[in-house]
């Protein structure tokens, strides 16, 4: 099975928003590229897809919305550098620094949001991040055109399958917030460097003891890689307007920075890893749904189920029977009843018969049929009755058969056997073939009223 | 499972005349267009072919013959030909005797169907022979397979109109059996048992030795596609569904006005419910223009009833709420301050969350026009119950039906029960009651992976 690109998928389901918004679009010429390939049906959407996609254009309108899109990542990634360039510059924004205040400046939003994002996972999943979002709609907003806005719905809908659209959103959100952490740090890097500031701690009515627990907490982490955590001494003499020496300030500088990048930067490069490698996962997992009722008419034009072949000649004209009208010799002998093609299970006789009538019964084999022939050959009968099933098809053998042996006998008259009980009644049938044979509607008979009165018993 | 490639089964259909050959056909090549059917003798005189396909490759090409009409003098004709040429009878088997018959004036006069019959039969790797059982056991029969088998062909009899009393189904076998036919299939071609294709292609394998692989394909995918449009069925009654639960029509307050556009609700919900008619028809491969004498090839007096008639819902067994209005304003429900709002529980509040994103602006002009003493119109619970009935009706309708069926398509309503006549309204149209934009009748269609859940899950429900 061949894999197929993202971009694939995409095509497929922004044509498919365009055929549920628009109706069908022509793909006679397309389909028979298709229709013989052996893959499965939904491969074979999607390959229609991309066909119709490289013919109208469809293909250049999603580059240009994808090119859009990387546009307001970049528009919004510019906004992130100078927000982290503000948010550091705010942080030391005097030249003696409540660490705690620069702290919050620097890391508060991006715990609060960052917290709103782990709780999401917790409610049923209806929108994505915020950043996220707003890169959607920038998007949106870019494009132009009625197939452009289509594109990004598509992209929405297929990313939304398996959850792929929240993983992406928030790689987005958290690739926003790396780039704003980053320039805070390089901020906070040329400040620190540039610039004497000192640090300190103030409260009211916390106890100093509170903060160097908080203090060697925080500082825990980034001190596994390397970066210093204050002892207690210099954070006793970092309170209120005390200053520590210099050397002390650059314990504390080292702090503050090692802190921005463990609980900002590191944290958002690492859910931005995971992130990524969930909506890659997602992307993979990406199937067409061939029972969608949008793809309903597709399948069955995708997947031949049969073709005609033709004809091998022409149909000749539909052949008939003729009786001889005027029989050749004199009649002799009695007359003769004879059933033809009957059921084995209707009676025989179908009436009482006069005694001076020839019963020749019901004619089933061929070797019957040569006797009949025979007989009727010898001597010209004067009169003769055919029993048939009107509910049987009056087929060209058996109208041949008839017309053959009414050649035989002067007069002939045909009962049509209407069995009550069938559902099938082809009488009009029957009467219509021997009427084309050269009989007359007189010699046919429906009731048993209507027969010639030497068939009669008394 | 290797297939060599190239090697399609060839199969002839015949038999006797008016036996139901072209319906086989266009029942196992799902196309009503196929041939010609009508009930008398010789409406097919001439060999028409169609090609069967497994996974895009051709695997079965099936030729529709003439019926045999004439067997008893064809017989007769043959051992007339035979004496003639005693002087080597020795080396003279069947196949040469009918290619002796062939190469005879006679075959292309009197008995000119007879030999199309015999010279594709000649080419085909067997033959399927279609029985009518509602025909006894004549001796133009037994003569008809006597020539038949002169072919030297795997000869297959298949069963048709199974369905019908009186028969002689067991006058057949018998006779079968004496002419050494063991294996016979039985299939209805106008009602055809739900998996009668499959089958058909299994027990063909039996007989057919050499392309067993590619009939037990055949039937697997057959079966496997059988299911498909079975699911693809109900994802379309589901969206139906979602359509017109979530459909709204915003209008003033006033009665009069209330009054036109509950009419243009019901025109709109109609034309919709014609569409998912005409959309599964399709579907199953019935064509419109194979009924030219309906206007729709649905008839009986519950499905020529207006869906807005209430007596409609009465015969479909569904309680009608107090609510319910007869006559013009049949079938609409006047939301009044709601905003389907009304209906809160978390679901619906999760929906409506989820609808904020995408379409914040439409919902804030809903609460606007609320406020300004518009009327949202929607349609009925009882509509919804109805039109759900009807669609899976028409789908159990629809996959009992052959190919071949002349016959108007019926429904029975004694069968009715579920969840549509009575118990809750699936969540899902629930759901799509709060969200306009899912009805593609709004002018805010958007069909989203939400909406696509929605349609799923409902059809899982409904099955």
């Known amino acids: 099975m061949p894999q197929h690109s993202l971009k694939d998928y995409w095509i497929t389901e922004t044509l498919r928003l365009r055929e549920a918004h628009w109706g069908p679009i022509e793909d006679a010429t397309l389909l028979h590229q298709i229709r013989h390939s052996q893959e499965p049906v939904s491969d074979k ?29 970049w528009a919004m990634a510019l906004l992130a550098m100078l927000t982290g360039i503000g948010m550091a510059a705010s942080a030391l924004g005097t030249a003696h620094v409540n660490l705690l205040l620069a702290l919050v400046a620097l890391l508060g939003l991006h715990a609060i949001t960052y917290l709103f994002w782990l709780l999401s996972f917790l409610a049923p999943y209806h929108g994505g991040t915020l950043l996220g979002q707003a890169w959607l709609w920038l998007g949106k907003k870019l494009a132009r055109g009625p197939d452009a806005t289509l594109a990004p719905q598509a992209f929405i809908n297929i990313l939304n399958q398996n959850n792929g659209l ?51 907490g925080i500082g825990f982490l980034p001190h596994l890689l390397g970066f210093s955590i204050p002892s207690a001494d210099i954070i006793q003499q970092s309170s209120g307007l005390q200053t520590a020496g210099p050397a002390s300030q650059a314990i504390w500088s080292s702090w503050l920075i090692g802190a921005v990048m463990v609980y900002g930067l590191l944290l958002r490069l690492a859910s931005l890893l995971l992130c990524l490698w969930k909506t890659r996962q997602a992307i993979h997992q ?33 052949q008939t029977a003729r009786r001889n009208t005027h029989p050749a010799r004199a009649p002799a002998g009695s007359p003769l009843v004879v059933g033809l093609e009957l059921s084995p299970r209707a009676p025989w006789p179908p009436f009482t018969l006069p005694a001076t009538v020839h019963d020749q019964g019901k004619l089933e084999s061929r070797e019957q049929r040569y006797q009949l022939l025979a007989h009727m050959s010898r001597q010209t009968v004067p009169a003769l009755l055919i029993v048939c099933d009107a509910a049987q098809t009056p087929d060209r053998g058996t109208l041949h058969f008839i017309a053959d042996l009414s050649n035989l006998a002067a007069h002939t008259d045909i009962y049509l056997q209407n069995s009550p009980g069938k559902a099938e009644n082809r009488l009009p049938l029957w009467k219509e073939r021997l009427q084309q044979a050269g009989f007359g509607l007189e010699q046919l008979h429906e009731t048993q009223k209507t027969l010639p009165p030497w068939i009669q018993a008394n | 499972m290797t297939m060599e490639p190239n090697k399609i089964l060839h199969l002839a259909v015949v038999g006797h005349t008016n036996t139901g050959k072209t319906s086989l056909l266009r029942t196992l090549t799902h196309d009503t267009g196929f041939g010609e059917i009508a009930d008398f003798p010789g409406t097919t005189r001439h060999v028409e072919g169609a090609r069967l396909f497994l996974n895009g490759q051709a695997a079965v ?78 001796a133009k029969h037994r003569d008809e397979l006597a020539i038949l088998s002169r072919c030297g062909r795997p000869l297959v009899p298949i069963l048709n109109f199974m369905h019908s009393s009186p028969n002689y189904l067991a006058d057949w076998k018998e006779s079968l059996s004496r002419l050494g036919l063991h294996l016979s299939i039985e299939f209805d071609t106008v009602a055809p048992a739900l998996d009668g294709e499959e089958q058909l292609y299994q027990k063909l394998a039996l007989v057919l030795d050499s392309h067993a692989a590619t009939l037990k394909a055949l039937s697997e995918d057959i079966h496997r596609q059988r299911k498909l449009r079975r699911d693809i069925a109900y994802n379309m009654i589901a969206e139906l569904l979602i359509d017109v639960a979530a459909f709204r029509h915003t209008c003033a307050g006033d009665e009069e006005s209330i009054k036109s556009a509950t009419a243009l609700l019901q025109d709109v919900i109609r034309q919709r419910e014609q569409e998912s008619i005409q959309a599964l028809l399709t579907h199953y491969r019935f064509r419109q223009e194979d009924y030219p004498d309906q206007t729709l090839p649905i008839e009986g007096g519950r499905w020529g009833m207006d869906l807005f008639q209430p007596q409609a819902l009465m015969e479909m067994g569904i ?40 379409g914040v602006d439409k919902f804030g002009k809903r609460i606007l026009g609320k406020l300004q003493g518009y009327r949202e119109i929607t349609l009925d619970d009882a509509i919804i119950r109805l ?35 009575e118990g809750d309204l699936p969540e899902e149209i629930l759901e799509a009651r709060t969200l306009p934009q899912w009805s593609k009748m709004s002018e805010h269609f958007e069909t989203g992976a939400r909406r696509n859940a929605a349609i799923k899950s409902l059809a899982r429900k409904l099955r």
């Open chain 1, 45 to 73: 959407i999607i390959q229609r897809a991309v066909l119709m996609a490289k013919r109208d254009g469809l293909a250049a309108t999603i580059d240009k919305w994808r090119g859009n899109a990387r546009l307001a990542f």
């Open chain 1, 166 to 216: 929240r993983w992406l959103l928030s790689a987005i959100s958290h690739g926003i917030w790396v780039v704003i952490m980053a320039t805070g740090i390089i901020t906070l890097l040329a400040l620190l460097a540039a610039r004497q500031y000192t640090f300190g701690w103030e409260t009211t009515i916390l106890p100093a003891s509170s903060f160097v627990s908080i203090t060697q």
């Open chain 1, 286 to 318: 990406i199937q067409i749904d061939e029972t969608l009722p949008a793809y309903a008419g597709l399948v069955d034009r995708l997947s031949a189920h049969s073709e005609h072949i033709g004809v091998d000649a022409p149909a000749p004209a539909l």
């Open chain 2, 61 to 138: 090409e099936l030729f529709d013959t003439p019926g045999l009409e004439d067997g008893i003098a064809l017989l007769d004709y043959l051992d007339q030909l035979k004496a003639q040429t005693r002087q080597d009878s020795s080396r003279f088997d069947g196949p040469e005797s009918i290619q002796q018959f062939l190469d005879t004036p006679e075959s292309r006069q009197r008995f000119e169907q007879e030999a199309r019959v015999l010279r594709k039969l000649l080419e085909c790797d067997a033959g399927l022979y279609v029985i009518d059982i509602r025909d006894p056991v004549l």
């Open chain 2, 319 to 358: 309680q009608v709420s107090k609510g319910f209005v007869a006559g013009a304003m049949a079938g609409a429900a006047v939301d009044v301050m709601s905003a389907g709002l009304s209906l809160g529980t978390a679901t619906l509040i999760g929906g409506v969350i989820g609808s904020v994103w995408q």
């Open chain 2, 387 to 421: 039109l759900g009935i009807r669609s899976l009706q028409l789908l159990n309708a629809l996959e009992m039906r052959g190919h071949a069926d002349q016959r108007p398509i019926m429904l029975n309503t004694e069968t009715v029960t579920g969840q549509f006549k």
